[in-house]
T-cell receptor, first 114, second 112 residues
Framework: DVKVTQSSRYLVKRTGEKVFLECVQDMDHENMFWYRQDPGLGLRLIYFSYDVKMKEKGDIPEGYSVSREKKERFSLILESASTNQTSMYLC?????????????FGPGTRLTVL | RKEVEQDPGPFNVPEGATVAFNCTYSNSASQSFFWYRQDCRKEPKLLMSVYSSGNEDGRFTAQLNRASQYISLLIRDSKLSDSATYLCVVNARADSNYQLIWGAGTKLIIKP
């Protein structure tokens, strides 16, 4: 079974703090994704990576950065957390980048920024 | 207009009934279509891909209507365990065959 794990289920941070969200997958998938999910908006892609040290912006990259130093690990960084970044953050991985490939998700991190 | 639109529901349906959801998409060049299921406070999981000819998996049937640009999901003989949010996913970008666009989901509640 594919397993995608995220470092925290719940996180509370203060405005201006630097926040690190970690994601690890164990199926040797090439591609990893970071989404945020907000009520009524669906999943929105923040960043994705198709290889180690490679990254591409998604639809809403502003205020975020990512790091992929190892194939199995993809980190999302909030440089200076703001209240509008309060959300559910979901990491996913897929075997190839083709749109027909299933994405496997981690359990999510619910981030609250006060 | 949103790239992928779904009726948010909730759909309140008695156990054993048949329920159908539609999802419309805006990009006629879209090639890949999926239904994911998301249980409350859980991550999305793939329910089924949607093929041009339509496909069935047990009680679940997915159909694609390219002319009208929508996909549908039919659930027959609904079970209490079918209660979840159903997410429609489309690769909606003509210039990107890997970036998926997610609908906001339709919430289904099956009542005993």
């Amino acid at each position: 079974d594919v397993k995608v794990t995220q470092s925290s289920r719940y996180l509370v941070k203060r405005t201006g703090e630097k926040v690190f969200l970690e994601c690890v997958q164990d199926m040797d998938h090439e591609n990893m994704f970071w989404y945020r999910q907000d009520p009524g908006l669906g999943l929105r892609l923040i960043y994705f990576s198709y290889d180690v040290k490679m990254k591409e912006k998604g639809d809403i990259p502003e205020g975020y950065s990512v790091s992929r130093e190892k194939k199995e690990r993809f980190s999302l960084i909030l440089e200076s957390a703001s209240t509008n970044q309060t959300s559910m953050y979901l990491c996913a991985s897929s075997r190839t980048m083709a749109g027909y490939n299933e994405q496997f998700f981690g359990p999510g991190t619910r981030l609250t920024v006060l | 207009r949103k790239e992928v639109e779904q009726d948010p529901g909730p759909f309140n349906v008695p156990e054993g009934a048949t329920v159908a959801f539609n999802c419309t998409y805006s990009n006629s060049a879209s090639q890949s279509f999926f239904w994911y299921r998301q249980d409350c406070r859980k991550e999305p999981k793939l329910l089924m891909s949607v093929y041009s000819s339509g496909n069935e998996d047990g009680r679940f049937t997915a159909q694609l209507n390219r002319a009208s640009q929508y996909i549908s999901l039919l659930i027959r003989d609904s079970k209490l365990s079918d209660s979840a949010t159903y997410l429609c996913v489309v690769n909606a970008r003509a210039d990107s065959n890997y970036q998926l666009i997610w609908g906001a989901g339709t919430k289904l509640i099956i009542k005993p």
